[in-house]
């Protein structure tokens, strides 16, 4: 059985569309637009960046900050968790061990790619000492990569962060006060053991030091042959 044959005319334009006529309605929608936007300023959408800058919510993905404790020490502890779960592993670090017994590691480096970083917050997530937060902050340009990778000091907390006129807290583990703090169990990782810690180490710098090992004794000499 043969198949239906269609036969498809190819579309005739009008005269008005030789003329590009239909153009005519989408110049007329931006050119009122356009006087719209001229005259009635207030009914704009946009905002007139920088003079006017946007209100963003309490959990917005900015730049992330290093908290620090009461004394002013990180609270990181350098445990890797971070750059672990970073899905764009743009987070570097490298350990040490505190000079005080009080805390655990802490970070010699810590630094950011912030180029490579998607601002997800999974190193919020899952940081267990509560020691990395998200800002509101979304200025970041750069003229080369080096600008873009921030360490410790571009990192850690600053009072301009939380001034009047800066970026504030966004995304973090909690809103206002921890549930442990609210019921009165909060206290700084590591100040309640500082006393008996440095009372240790004062006790161990007094300890005199062992007494040299005595020499081995000389081996015997070989017996002569039968």
Known sequence: ?????????????????????????GMALTFRKFLSNVFTPGVRPTIEYPEQRRDYSDRYRGRQILKVREDGSLKCVACYMCAMHCPAACIHIEAGEHPNLAYEKYPTVFEIDLLRCVMCGYCVDACPKDAIWMTKDYEMSYFNRKDAVYGIPELTEKPSDTAADGPG??????????????????????????????????????????????PAPAPAPAKPAA
């Open 1 to 25: 059985m043969p198949g239906k044959v269609v036969i498809i005319q190819p579309h005739e334009p009008t005269i008005g569309e030789r003329l590009y006529l239909p153009l005519l309605q």
């Open 169 to 214: 807290y966004g995304y973090r583990p909690y809103y206002g006060a921890s549930p442990a703090k609210k019921a009165g169990q909060f206290e700084p990782s590591g100040l309640s053991l500082l006393p008996m810690t440095l009372a240790r180490n004062a006790a161990i710098n007094r300890v005199p030091p062992p007494p040299p090992r005595p």
